[in-house]
């Protein structure tokens, strides 16, 4: 590209040296913990970089409102109906706080919103495997939440500022998100021998995509180093793994289910559970779009967006209306 | 064609006695919507008694770039605060 802009050779020695100085200083912020600020100066490669987590962030907890919307209606129980309906609010919440620290890089919602819809923009790939059942809602939320708590908790410390504040918020809400469904899981498992199978299955179908939600394994994780020194990643996905591992497998214990892995083991040495391979090329064919229900999945959020479109003009037409009269 | 919703700041008094405190942003039509907006997403838990929200729009923000040539000026005026000044151990109350 011709510098249009920049005659000499002296002024891009300049622009470079000025551009130097602000990148060692940023780099130095960041390594003391400072938060960065929306209109603070940053490096192109953070501000994409961030913009794409975040968003894909927000996709999540929008798109995961999809599978437990899918049992709102045929909730066993008034309270259980209650209660999954105020947790699917909060993941609409969720989202809206992320889409809103997004924004303040510089990209609009309609933008993000497109991104999603064209398959350009990834969510957790928890969300493509279908709810079958009851119990699946229990599952997700002592699971999934479950896990997802472990990967958020260190991000309310992360060095962009928004984002760390719309971690803290959605991190005091998702505790309750797990409890009620470990609740939910409870109740089956202590329920007739249909119910607690009911919850065995579920436990069986989502342990291990729960477990894929920590991301590959480290040494094949190529962004994390970078990240890791950015401090929007605070630790690494194996860690975080085996972290939720260990936490969990006592909490199936006490619920009387069997984790679906036979080599999961305790070790003595490590003072960590082992645990069986991962399927990674379900990973990444579910990461690629091919999840059961990826399909459906985003037909929903398309046809809702332009089902609503009206909505948005309307509401758009009439706060027109309303200041054209004000004004006169 | 799609519509694009204005942005809107939304601030929250948490209680009587505190002032309101920026919280995030929503995307409304009008004020009115962007204050039920508002309290669909950031007051679930009874996080607050009263909201303000304001087009983003609307805002001024200062320049981080000059923030040490706004602020700096503070910097060299210690006898602005009160230990700057000395006074003898037997004084009491001041």
Redesign the interface.
């Known amino acids: 590209m011709y510098t249009v802009e920049l005659g000499k050779q002296n002024d891009v020695e300049a622009v470079a040296a000025v551009d130097a100085a602000r990148h060692a200083m940023f780099e130095a912020r960041v390594a003391a913990d400072d938060f960065i600020?929306p209109?603070?100066?940053m490096p192109e490669a953070y501000r994409k970089t961030l913009i794409r987590q975040i968003s894909q962030h927000a996709h999540s907890e929008i798109v995961g409102m999809l599978p437990e919307g899918n049992w709102l209606t045929r909730a066993p129980s008034l309270r259980r109906k209650a209660i999954l309906l105020?947790k699917i609010?909060?993941e609409c919440?969720h989202g809206?706080?992320l889409y809103?620290?997004a924004?303040t890089l510089g990209i609009?919602?309609?933008e993000m919103t497109e991104a999603l819809h064209a398959g350009r923009a990834k969510y957790s790939t928890i969300f493509n495997y279908p709810t079958l059942t009851w119990a699946d809602m229990g599952a997700i939320g002592w699971l999934v939440d479950g896990a997802a708590i472990l990967n958020q908790v260190p991000l309310q410390r992360t060095s962009y500022g928004?984002y760390a504040?719309?971690m803290v918020r959605i991190c005091k809400?998702e505790s309750f998100h797990q409890r009620q469904g470990y609740e939910c899981m409870m109740q089956l498992a202590s329920g007739t021998p249909a119910q607690k199978r009911m919850a065995q299955d579920a436990l069986n179908r989502w342990w291990w995509p729960a477990l894929m939600m920590f991301g590959p394994p480290d040494d094949n994780s190529p962004n994390s180093a970078q990240s890791m020194r950015w401090r929007i990643k605070r630790d690494s996905n194996d860690e975080l793994r085996q972290k939720f591992i260990d936490v969990t497998v006592p909490q199936a214990e006490a619920l009387g289910l069997t984790i679906p892995d036979p080599d999961l083991k305790w070790n003595e040495d490590r003072g960590a559970y082992d645990y069986g391979a991962i399927d990674w090329e379900e990973f990444y064919a579910v990461v690629r779009g091919e999840g059961p229900v990826a399909k459906d999945r985003i037909k929903a959020r398309i046809d809702a967006w332009e089902g609503q479109?009206w909505v948005?003009?309307a509401?758009?037409a009439?706060?027109a209306k309303?200041n054209q009269q004000a004004a006169a | 064609?799609?519509?694009?919703?204005p942005?809107w700041e939304v601030f929250v008094r948490a209680k009587n006695g505190l002032s309101h405190r920026h919280v995030?942003?929503?995307?409304?039509?009008?004020a009115r919507?962007a204050i039920q907006a508002a309290r669909?997403?950031?007051t679930?838990?009874m996080e607050g008694v009263s909201l303000w929200v304001l087009p983003s729009a609307a805002i001024t923000?200062s320049?981080?770039?000059e923030a040490d040539a706004l602020f700096a000026p503070a910097a060299d005026k210690v006898y602005r605060h009160p230990t700057f000044y000395v006074v003898p151990d037997n004084v009491k109350h001041i």
């Open positions: 600020e209109k603070d100066w105020a609010q909060d919440g809206l706080y809103s620290a924004e609009s919602r309609e928004p504040r719309a809400e479109a948005r003009e509401a758009n009439y706060a309303q | 064609m799609t519509a694009i919703l942005l995030g942003s929503v995307h409304a039509a009008d919507m669909d997403v950031y679930r838990r923000a320049d981080p770039g």
